[in-house]
């Protein structure tokens, strides 16, 4: 455990998180499950900021309280999984009732994956870049399976080690993450009314980003642009936008970007470097080539097709 340079404390090894917590040393010194039912957590303990230099992955069976959606509000009392990569700047989420003192939590660190393929394929899971109000949302059928592979993957700790326990826990633990995959799917379209509200606000956003000219003094409208304004991450946005239209938040923003371009293109009379510069382009060429990637038409072509 060290102390970073803006205050948060960054915790290296899984004994510390084990010491900070007052929880008994870790039966395995680089993967280690936390029943909080029998094991009473301190949260006080902790700083309001700390980095962990593991993968981390908390299940609450009762997460009352409101949690925020985009711009909206939502009671729940369903389960939760929240997820976190090394790295990452976690905090006391007060938003969140913790009074229920049950649950687990699963710390995996990256050398324990070292060598098997789901080394690679955990950094492809995007709800490890979410944030605590973007947490996974489980029915009582979906709690009973998660519970389920976490008491498999402590029956594994808490027996004798051998040659087959290291493959029997990393197959759990993806298991954990092909069914959580799932069921972030499943959050998407079950809450339509939330998902379209976004697809609106996302493209109020860019409109007023255009309208205003804001990409005259800052460039093009960025993702992290767009998340801040929404109050979600940005990974969280992208995998919104890609279950509604099949397109991430970047490809979302060219896509934008490729309107308005038509637009001035056919309505007015500005040269193709005077468009790429006002859409927030550096360079008319850079615009070009995306205008051409997206059409397969150049600008000047598509602008002739109206003459």
């Known amino acids: 455990m060290k102390k970073e340079e803006n205050s948060h404390l960054k915790y290296d090894s899984l004994s510390d998180v084990h010491l900070a917590f007052g929880l008994p040393k870790p039966l395995h010194p680089l993967v280690s499950l936390i029943d909080i039912s029998k094991n009473q957590v301190d949260r006080s303990?902790?700083?309001?900021?700390?980095?962990?230099?593991?993968?981390?992955?908390?299940?609450?069976?009762?997460?009352?309280?409101?949690?925020k959606y985009g711009q909206g509000y939502y009671d729940f009392d369903e389960g939760g999984l929240m997820f976190a990569s090394p790295n990452q700047l976690l905090g006391n989420h007060n938003n969140n009732d913790y009074s229920d003192c049950s649950g687990y939590t699963l710390l995996i660190h990256p050398?324990?994956?070292?060598?098997?393929p789901l080394a690679r394929k955990i950094k492809q899971y995007g709800f490890f870049s979410y944030s605590a109000n973007?947490?996974?949302?489980?029915?009582?059928?979906?709690?009973?399976?998660?519970?389920?592979?976490f008491k498999i993957i402590g029956e594994e700790l808490n027996s004798r080690i051998d040659d087959f326990s290291q493959d029997v826990m990393i197959s759990q633990i993806e298991l954990l993450l092909n069914y959580a995959n799932r069921f972030y799917k499943r959050q998407f379209i079950t809450r339509k009314a939330v998902s379209n509200d976004l697809l609106q606000k996302v493209d109020e956003i860019l409109d007023e980003y255009f309208n205003i000219e804001k990409s005259l003094s800052q460039g093009?409208?960025?993702?992290?642009?767009?998340?801040?304004?929404?109050?979600m991450s940005a990974s969280y946005l992208s995998d919104m936008l890609r279950s509604l239209t099949g397109q991430n938040a970047q490809q979302h923003i060219h896509h934008k970007l490729i309107e308005k371009a038509k637009e001035k293109l056919s309505a007015t009379n500005l040269s193709v470097s005077e468009i790429a510069y006002a859409l927030g382009f550096e360079h008319s060429q850079s615009f070009s080539k995306l205008f051409k990637t997206k059409t397969n038409v150049s600008p000047l072509e598509f602008r002739r097709s109206f003459n």
């Open 45 to 67: 303990k902790l700083p309001q900021s700390h980095v962990l230099n593991f993968y981390k992955i908390s299940y609450r069976p009762k997460l009352s309280g409101k949690i």
């Open 111 to 116: 050398d324990f994956l070292w060598n098997f």
């Open 134 to 149: 973007e947490a996974l949302h489980l029915s009582d059928h979906e709690q009973s399976i998660v519970t389920s592979i």
């Open 220 to 231: 093009i409208p960025t993702v992290q642009y767009l998340s801040e304004n929404l109050n």
